[in-house]
């Protein structure tokens, strides 16, 4: 069973950088034809994907956060990382990773979310 956790501070200051890992167990994250993506939900909205690291380390991103993010892996400890750069308060969410195959947006795995707070 693979299992996926998120991690990283609750709170950031506003115009600093927001920072989340995702640590995978129960399966390795290069994983043939999978991607591990991380997708956020603002209080009263819907589900965003912000974009994706594939098994092979290439990376996807949303169009209208491209500018800001950037995702990383770490294969030696089966973690992939996203940092969200010059955060504001619209950027408080609860951040989720999740895995699927390929970048078909039906995913497999996710992680319990994790809630995230841009406020000084």
């Known amino acids: 069973q693979v299992q996926l956790q998120e991690s990283g501070p609750g709170l950031v200051k506003p115009s600093q950088t927001l920072s989340l890992t995702c640590t995978v167990s129960?399966?390795?994250?290069?994983?043939?034809?999978?991607?591990w993506s991380w997708i956020r939900q603002p209080p009263g909205k819907g589900l965003e994907w912000m974009g994706a690291i594939t098994y092979s380390g290439n990376t996807y991103y949303s169009p209208s956060l491209k500018s800001r993010t950037s995702i990383s892996r770490d294969t030696s400890k089966n973690q992939f990382t996203l940092q969200l750069s010059s955060v504001t308060p619209e950027d408080t969410a609860v951040y989720y990773c999740a895995s699927s195959v390929g970048l078909n947006g039906e995913y497999d795995y996710w992680g319990q979310g994790t809630q995230v707070t841009v406020s000084s």
């Open positions: 129960g399966g390795s994250i290069t994983t043939n034809y999978y991607a």
